[in-house]
């Protein structure tokens, strides 16, 4: 059975780190690009952060770069995101997700990934 399961989200006050988790089964991890997205209530999906199949090359959202750092692990099939200086704002579902294409990308449109996970909830207090 294909799946991503993401880890590592919770509560945490203004100013405070969280490390997500995203492990991959039953389906080739290394070879794709993989990115994280969060969804807010009544909001729409929302690009955070990509990283290349490699490892070399990664992407963020202006809203999140210099705060978060994506990584993976390719001999673990687990992708992370650390998240550091977390805001109210930054409260959401995230998700992570395979790219679906292994010639092109990353990109930020969720509809370009293929793969997803079922989220983790991240909530800041103010």
């Known amino acids: 059975q294909a799946q991503l399961v993401e880890s590592g989200g919770g509560l945490v006050q203004a100013g405070g780190s969280l490390r997500l988790s995203c492990a991959a089964s039953?389906?080739?991890?290394?070879?794709?690009?993989m990115g994280w997205f969060r969804q807010a209530p009544g909001e729409e999906r929302e690009f955070v952060a990509a990283?290349?199949?490699?490892?070399?090359?990664?992407y963020y959202a202006d809203s999140v770069k210099g705060r978060f750092t994506i990584s993976r692990d390719n001999a673990k099939n687990t992708g992370y995101l650390q998240m550091n200086s977390l805001k109210p704002e930054d409260t959401a579902l995230y998700y992570c997700?395979?790219?679906?294409?292994?010639?092109?990308?990353?990109?930020?449109?969720?509809?370009?990934?293929?793969?997803w996970g079922q989220g983790t909830q991240v909530t800041v207090s103010s």
């Open positions: 990283i290349s199949w490699s490892g070399v090359s990664t």
């Open positions: 997700a395979r790219f679906g294409s292994r010639w092109s990308g990353p990109t930020s449109k969720w509809s370009d990934y293929d793969y």
């Open positions: 039953g389906l080739t991890f290394s070879d794709y690009h």
